[in-house]
């Protein structure tokens, strides 16, 4: 059983930073791309960032680009969001998903998800 945990939301100033993780399990993690999402209330879902599974490169939407860091760990099966300079536009449930193959952008494409972290930015 596949099972995606996030952990490391919460409450932050506007400016501040967080590191959001997910840990994988019950897959081959270094074969999915690792994505990170965000749903804020009212809106649909969103693209954040992503990790390939091959290669290394990232993808990013334009509104993080230069503010947030995806990196991957195969070892301990773990991605990350470091976030910083965080501002209430940034304030949603974050998600991670797994990606075996399709377009990294698109929720639709995507296999597992967890269950999301909130991240609530205050001004």
């Known amino acids: 059983q596949v099972q995606l945990v996030e952990s490391g939301g919460g409450l932050v100033q506007a400016g501040g930073s967080l590191r959001l993780s997910c840990a994988a399990a019950g897959l081959t993690f270094s074969s999915y791309a690792m994505g990170w999402f965000r749903q804020a209330p009212g809106k649909e879902r969103e693209f954040v960032a992503a990790f390939s599974r091959l290669g290394g490169s990232t993808s990013y939407a334009d509104s993080v680009k230069g503010r947030f860091t995806i990196s991957r760990d195969n070892a301990k099966n773990t991605v990350y969001l470091q976030m910083t300079s965080l501002n209430s536009e940034d304030t949603a449930v974050y998600y991670c998903?797994?990606?075996?193959?399709?377009?990294?952008?698109?929720?639709?494409?995507?296999?597992?998800w967890g269950q999301g972290t909130q991240v609530t930015v205050s001004s």
């Open positions: 998903a797994a990606l075996r193959r399709g377009a990294v952008a698109d929720p639709r494409e995507y296999d597992y």
